[in-house]
């Protein structure tokens, strides 16, 4: 068995002994998997930075446990299942030698800055991809108010591409989780290039979608929906000479 850890944010309207209750759940799910809890840690209430299934707060709690790999990601899905629990994320933690524990996970939200790009691989998978731009608005030492924008490429396989590329158009705002993906080409005019951008894992789409010139299908989508990509281990392949662009608009 490997070591994990699993962060559970969990529902804010609970009281103490709804919360002991849940946590013992948790902690049988992972026995009844044949699973060791080693301990668990409270980290209290905290406000998030966006809303969680429309919850503004939630209560936060460490579960360090022994389990074997192949179970980690049935466990994972059991635990979303759950009403209560508002997020979970395990990761697996270093080995008894010191050597740290390794995580790519990124959470964006943000507004595309222009249509998605549906293409496809050698294979016949379908890829999408889209820019995501997002804005901080901060004070300086003067006083002075002022607005940062960062922007960042999203690729999306399989069948989440094909979503995504429906459903989504310049301007919507969206939520993706994913994990960050170097990788290297070379430009027509010989030089090498390099890019990071995030391979989405789940998009959720905020806002309404569009309400003309559409189908009855995406008139029907509800406000806010969240897509994930099945798809794992996918084959790379380039992305073309759209990558040679250095303005994402």
């Given at each position: 068995m490997n070591n994990y850890e699993g962060v559970f944010i969990v529902q804010a309207r609970l009281d103490k002994d709804a919360q002991e209750k849940l946590?013992?759940?948790?902690?049988?799910?992972?026995?009844?998997?044949k699973g060791e809890v080693i301990d668990v840690q409270s980290w209290g209430k905290r406000k998030f930075t966006y809303l969680i299934k429309k919850q503004a707060?939630?209560?936060?709690?460490?579960?360090?446990?022994?389990?074997?790999?192949?179970?980690?990601?049935?466990i994972e899905n059991n635990f979303k299942l759950n009403d209560l629990i508002l997020r979970v994320l395990i990761v697996r933690k270093?080995?008894?030698?010191?050597?740290?524990?390794?995580?790519?996970?990124?959470?964006?939200?943000?507004?595309?800055?222009?249509?998605?790009?549906?293409?496809?691989?050698?294979?016949?998978?379908?890829?999408?991809?889209?820019t995501l731009a997002m804005s901080r608005i901060f004070n300086t030492a003067t006083g002075e108010k002022k607005e940062d924008a960062c922007f960042v490429r999203v690729v999306c396989w399989a069948k989440l591409a094909q979503i995504c590329?429906?459903?989504?158009?310049?301007?919507?705002?969206?939520?993706v989780e994913g994990r960050l993906q170097s990788r290297s080409w070379q430009a027509a005019d010989g030089t090498k290039r390099n890019t990071l951008e995030v391979i989405a894992q789940n998009v959720?789409?905020?806002?309404k979608g569009k309400t003309q010139g559409q189908s009855e299908k995406v008139q029907a989508e509800p406000s806010s929906e969240e897509f994930t990509n099945?798809?794992?281990?996918?084959?790379?392949?380039?992305l073309g000479a759209k990558q040679d662009e250095e303005v994402p608009f």
């Amino acid at each position: 068995m490997n070591n994990y850890e699993g962060v559970f944010i969990v529902q804010a309207r609970l009281d103490k002994d709804a919360q002991e209750k849940l946590i013992e759940e948790i902690k049988g799910v992972i026995a009844k998997n044949k699973g060791e809890v080693i301990d668990v840690q409270s980290w209290g209430k905290r406000k998030f930075t966006y809303l969680i299934k429309k919850q503004a707060e939630g209560f936060y709690y460490l579960v360090n446990f022994k389990l074997v790999p192949a179970l980690v990601k049935k466990i994972e899905n059991n635990f979303k299942l759950n009403d209560l629990i508002l997020r979970v994320l395990i990761v697996r933690k270093g080995s008894e030698g010191g050597k740290m524990a390794n995580l790519n996970k990124v959470l964006l939200m943000g507004n595309l800055t222009r249509d998605p790009e549906l293409r496809y691989a050698p294979n016949g998978t379908a890829v999408t991809t889209f820019t995501l731009a997002m804005s901080r608005i901060f004070n300086t030492a003067t006083g002075e108010k002022k607005e940062d924008a960062c922007f960042v490429r999203v690729v999306c396989w399989a069948k989440l591409a094909q979503i995504c590329s429906e459903y989504l158009f310049k301007g919507r705002p969206v939520f993706v989780e994913g994990r960050l993906q170097s990788r290297s080409w070379q430009a027509a005019d010989g030089t090498k290039r390099n890019t990071l951008e995030v391979i989405a894992q789940n998009v959720q789409f905020l806002g309404k979608g569009k309400t003309q010139g559409q189908s009855e299908k995406v008139q029907a989508e509800p406000s806010s929906e969240e897509f994930t990509n099945g798809e794992s281990g996918i084959e790379d392949f380039s992305l073309g000479a759209k990558q040679d662009e250095e303005v994402p608009f």
